[in-house]
């Protein structure tokens, strides 16, 4: 074999390999950071979702189940129903103050929507007006 005296001349065609690297593992980082931002905006919209539960339940005027109920409804306006399969709510009290706690147990999403049932796990309570 001869060589044609350009430098650099061995190594013709090593772009292609090199983009193929490259884009494969900025593929894989980009779906990761894609997962990770779907992951945290579902928990987000569960916390807000179970404070105005707590807070609708905590009204004078209502009971927990309504807390559930109006959570429930938030729940599947803004992400799949499968996710307001598992909501209650029960009267508590901390330090002496009557309060009122939703808990919404969900899946965790893994893999774009999709992961194990009941990980993840959301509280919150709001001071019942009741008292």
């Known amino acids: ?40 905006h579902i928990r987000n919209t569960l916390i807000s979702c179970a404070s105005e539960g707590a807070r609708y339940g905590a009204r004078a005027d209502a009971t927990p189940q309504d807390g559930v109920a109006r959570a429930s409804q938030l729940i599947r306006a803004s992400l799949p129903s499968r996710y307001a399969d598992n909501v209650s709510a029960e009267d508590a009290t ?3 103050i009557a309060v009122v706690r939703v808990r919404i147990v969900a899946p965790l999403p893994v893999l774009g929507p999709l992961g194990p049932d009941r990980v993840l796990s959301i509280q919150a309570r709001a001071f019942s007006e009741r008292q």
């Open 1 to 40: 074999r001869r060589s044609s005296g350009v430098p650099g001349d061995h190594e013709s065609g090593s772009a292609v390999a090199d983009f193929a690297m490259v884009a494969g593992l900025l593929s894989l980082l980009f779906v990761a950071v894609f997962q990770l931002g779907l992951a945290l």
């Open 94 to 96: 901390v330090n002496g």
